[in-house]
Nanobody, 121 residues
Framework: QLQLVESGGGLVQPGGSLRLSCAAS????????IGWFRQAPGKEREGVSC?????MTNYADSVKGRFTISRDNATVYLQMNSLKPEDTAIYYC?????????????????WGQGTQVTVSS
């Protein structure tokens, strides 16, 4: 069974950092595009970042320069620095065999279950 399981969310003060992890089981990430979405309360789910299997990476303007996506063959990471209250959301990882549409994974992909990130003083 193919699964993605996120971890690393939590409560952090504005200006702080968190590192989210997303572990793949049942498959390796070598030839997959990977990405992160987030959904804030009362808002639609939005793309945050997408990285192709060849390593090309794109970010939403709202997180550019603060967030970094990376991977090894089994785990997807999202390093989040200089966090702001507006970054508060449930964060979901995604992996698929199709393509990145800019900073948004497109086509068919697998989802993780989500991890809550709260930025508040």
């Amino acid at each position: 069974q193919l699964q993605l399981v996120e971890s690393g969310g939590g409560l952090v003060q504005p200006g702080g950092s968190l590192r989210l992890s997303c572990a793949a089981s049942g498959f390796t990430l070598d030839y997959y595009i990977i990405g992160w979405f987030r959904q804030a309360p009362g808002k639609e789910r939005e793309g945050v970042s997408c990285s192709s299997s060849g390593g090309m990476t794109n970010y939403a303007d709202s997180v550019k320069g603060r967030f970094t996506i990376s991977r090894d063959n089994a785990t997807v990471y999202l390093q989040m620095n200089s966090l702001k209250p507006e970054d508060t959301a449930i964060y979901y990882c995604a992996a698929g065999r199709d393509y990145c549409s800019g900073y948004v994974p497109a086509g068919k992909f697998y989802w993780g279950q989500g991890t809550q990130v709260t930025v508040s003083s």
